[in-house]
């Protein structure tokens, strides 16, 4: 039988027709873009779907195809083929109706007008929330690009927290748009990869969807450096050229030894991805020569007790490079995922990594969240939703109730979004999973709040440590509290997740807020007396019209907002005091001549209303200045700054003097407590002839003082014949200070010791 060939000339019927050619490509498009716009491309993917299901998920594509009508993408394709392809790898991870329904539809209130509430006419209430939590919030105000991102980023994550198929659509949305990213200008390609890398590719690896995870990351990698995506492609295929018969060689091996063993498993090659090979040497600074773990295999193995076995087997064909055996099947990742890793060296010292799993295990690892819909079909009693990143989205809820700004929201949720982990133990052998770099504070606040709020100190392996101490893997983490104490705001400085970070965060504004709103009070209500009037007015029944008519005069919405501003000194209230009170006596109250005698012109020490009583207790809104640092005894008063709250300076301060010359009514009286509750920190100088032990004496003479050193600062100077020591002391009064200072002076070498006062 013979074979016709077409004569290879340049008179075809193509090359004579040019138009006709043209015009056959343009219908072969059309037909290519009326086969992907049509429901048919996404049945064959939904033949887990019961009858009915379908039936509803046909409903949701003949509304997205009528509202997208006349709409053509980027690349000049009927709009429609973008929810179409959401859907369908909504379908890859076996996603439900609904969640397939929200894909198609996930544009159509955005972009089409259809409004929330007829989402709920036709389709249910589940279906509507899914779609609107997958809506930017395009249509309101915000100052900044960043601050609407940041508040759509916001909604959206409260919306997975509720309901994880909303960031599944919106990762699967993400992918295709990914994927036909070339079509766009070169600015909006890198913002969007830039985003993806940053912000999905992250999330899709802390909800445990690996395969979504590598496929962002590389294509983000490609359009936002595509010179070094193709210099690196290039070398990775001349490796893999060169080392193909060491793979095949390493595979031979293997499958023999194993079964030697009575194993037979299907082995399969894996490399690492692109941007995983940049990201290494970019950060370990190594050319790509030095990168000797780009090949590894991938065992699949019936049974748990069977992987531990198959590396055992692995271990005896190869020896294992110490310090890269990791057992995630024992004590999994945060997103769910287990496996057994080990690097073993290969033939001609090449190092390769096997990662050894059953088959479900490699579901989740590659479908991570989404696997749980995946069980769901095989088996509907089947639930590993626990332990597949839900624990993370139920800490989004918990960082929102002490999270009202978008932004800082969003820089919360940044910090847990590469939870390279640490495992710790509690003291009853429970494991807890934190972030590396994780402190004992992060460990109290995982616990749970109220252990976080009241820690004071902690044990590590038995070992007091303090609250910023780092924790490893295998540490066993006990945290003492105490029923008084609060959070430091220094806490904020080292510690690592978002959740500790916000609760810290929330606690000290709640703190600030009521602190504030009782000093605001107290000081309306000694310049309200000041004025004749005895009480401040109550809130309750008639004399609430009086706070009414005062808020509307001062534009604060409560009166606790009114108290609190006092508090901080953004209003003053001797203003405030004159306004309420004439206010009083339009309603027939009457001033009392006696009582504003009293108050205005008798020593403020013997009055029972006197200013600010300090005690060492302070808070938000009462501190002691840092210039002068009083202590008691010392002569103070209080300057109420703009916004700062209450700062006590010592009459001698040079800066308060400069303040109360220029801003004296901004300054009322404050005074000792009669029994401080605690020691306050005051600042000397000593200035000391250089000798051997010097340092010593003087720490030795403190100590006999019973003088806490709080800090030394010996200067950067070179060593000269006398050298000035500054060193922060804590004290319990004034004399306490100079029986300390006496002692220095005693002591040999000393040449002057002195407090350091505020500035002149």
Same mark, same amino acid.
């Given at each position: ?632 005894? #010392?002569?103070? =008063?209080?300057? @109420?700054? %703009? ?7 010592? /009459?001698?301060? &040079?800066? !308060? ?80 200070? #100079?029986?300390? =200072?006496?002692? @220095?002076? %005693? ?7 002195? /407090?350091?006062? &505020?500035? !002149?």
């Amino acid at each position: 039988m013979g074979i016709a060939f077409e004569p290879a000339s340049d008179a075809s019927p193509a090359a004579a027709n040019p138009q006709s050619s043209a015009a056959r490509e343009e219908a072969k498009l059309a037909a290519a873009n009326a086969a992907a716009a049509s429901f048919a491309a996404l049945t064959d993917k939904l033949d887990y779907l019961s009858a009915s299901d379908l039936e509803q998920v046909r409903q949701a594509y003949r509304l997205a195809d009528e509202a997208h009508l006349g709409q053509l993408r980027s690349s000049g394709e009927p709009y429609i083929t973008h929810p179409i392809a959401v859907a369908a790898q909504c379908a890859e991870w076996h996603l439900d109706a609904q969640a397939l329904m929200a894909a198609l539809l996930h544009d159509i209130m955005e972009d089409c007008g259809i409004d929330k509430a007829d989402l709920i006419q036709r389709f249910g209430a589940p279906v509507a929330e899914l779609v609107d939590g997958l809506t930017k919030l395009d249509k309101l105000h915000f100052n900044t690009r960043e601050e609407g991102q940041a508040e759509s980023f916001r909604k959206m994550l409260l919306a997975m927290a509720r309901d994880v198929r909303v960031i599944l659509v919106k990762l699967a949305d993400r992918i295709h748009n990914m994927r036909t990213l070339s079509e766009l200008s070169h600015e909006r390609r890198s913002r969007i990869a830039a985003e993806t890398l940053e912000i999905y590719a992250p999330i899709a690896y802390r909800l445990g969807l690996h395969q979504a995870y590598r496929e962002l990351q590389d294509t983000a990698f490609r359009h936002l450096w595509p010179w070094r995506h193709q210099i690196l492609a290039k070398a990775v295929s001349r490796a893999s050229g060169r080392r193909r018969d060491l793979v095949w060689k390493v595979q031979r091996e293997v499958r023999k030894a194993f079964y030697d063993a009575g194993l037979s498993v299907p082995i399969s090659g894996r490399e690492k991805t692109l941007y995983s090979i940049y990201r290494k040497m970019d950060e370990k600074h190594l050319s790509f020569a030095q990168i000797n773990d780009i090949y590894g295999f991938r065992v699949q193995m019936p049974g748990v007790v069977e992987c531990y076995t198959a590396l055992g087997i692995l271990h005896q064909l190869y020896k294992p490079v110490p310090g890269k055996f990791k057992d995630h099947i024992a004590i999994p990742k945060l997103n769910g995922y287990q496996s057994l890793h080990t690097t073993v060296v290969g033939p001609s010292g090449i190092h390769v990594e096997f990662q050894i799993r059953t088959e479900a295990m490699h579901v989740v690892a590659e479908s991570g969240v989404a696997a749980h819909w995946m069980y769901k079909v095989k088996d509907p009693g089947g639930d590993n939703a626990e332990r597949l990143g839900t624990q993370w989205l139920q800490s989004l809820l918990d960082i929102q109730n002490e999270t009202r700004d978008a932004a800082e929201f969003w820089d919360h949720v940044k910090v847990d979004l590469f939870p390279d982990a640490v495992y710790v133990f509690t003291p009853k052998s429970r494991i807890m999973a934190l972030p590396r770099g994780a402190t004992v504070v992060d460990f109290a606040y995982a616990i749970h709040s109220d252990v976080g709020d009241h820690a004071v100190s902690a044990t590590v392996n038995g070992d007091p440590v303090p609250l910023r101490t780092e924790l490893h893997n295998g540490d066993v983490v006990g945290v003492i509290t105490a029923e008084q104490a609060s959070p430091n705001p220094a806490w904020l400085t080292f510690v690592r997740t978002g959740r500790a970070r916000s609760k810290i965060r929330h606690h000290l504004k709640t703190m600030e807020t009521t602190q504030s709103q009782l000093l605001g009070e107290k000081l309306l209500t000694q310049a309200v007396r000041a004025e004749g009037i005895e009480a401040l007015p109550p809130v309750e029944g008639d004399p609430q019209q009086i706070w009414d008519k005062l808020l509307r005069i001062t534009g604060n919405r409560t009166r606790e907002e009114l108290l609190m501003d006092l508090g901080l000194g953004k209003r003053i209230a001797t203003i405030v005091a004159k306004l309420m009170v004439s206010l009083m006596a339009e309603g027939g109250a009457r001033r009392d001549a006696l009582l504003m005698t009293r108050e205005r012109f008798t020593p403020q020490e013997g009055s029972a209303h006197a200013g600010v009583v300090i005690d060492g207790s302070e808070n938000a809104s009462v501190q002691l200045a840092h210039c002068c640092r009083p202590v008691p005894g #010392d002569d103070i =008063l209080g300057y @109420l700054g %703009r916004g700062e709250g209450l700062l006590v300076h010592s /009459r001698e301060c &040079g800066i !308060a003097k400069r303040l109360f010359n220029k801003d004296a009514e901004r300054f009322l009286p404050v005074e000792w407590s009669d029994e401080p509750v605690r020691a306050f920190e005051t600042a000397i100088s000593v200035t000391v002839a250089n000798g051997k032990g010097v340092l010593a004496r003087v720490a030795a003479a403190l100590a006999h003082a019973e003088v806490d050193i709080v800090h030394i600062d010996m200067g950067q100077e070179a060593a000269q014949a006398t050298t000035e020591l500054k060193f922060l002391v804590a004290v319990r009064d004034r004399q306490h200070m #100079d029986t300390a =200072l006496r002692d @220095l002076r %005693r002591t040999s070498s000393v040449v002057r010791a002195e /407090r350091v006062s &505020g500035h !002149a």
